[in-house]
């Protein structure tokens, strides 16, 4: 899912994150993001703006906004 030396995920992981989260899907959103926590790539602004990250926020900012509204 995520390389541990460059903390990218692979496309797969990201669009299945998007997908979950585009799906209402927060029992699939949190599964995923627990794997995206220090994932470097840049989340879609569209995404950013949705979970109310500033623009350029990586796939691990989301992954943690997920996990925290989760725990709420």
Known sequence: MINEQTHYATGSTRDSFIASLDEIDPVRAIA???HLV???NP???VTCLALGLPPG???GAGAAAVLAKAKT
């Open 32 to 34: 995923i993001a627990r």
């Open 57 to 59: 926020s990586s796939y």
């Open 38 to 40: 220090n994932c470097c």
């Open 43 to 45: 989340l879609p602004s």
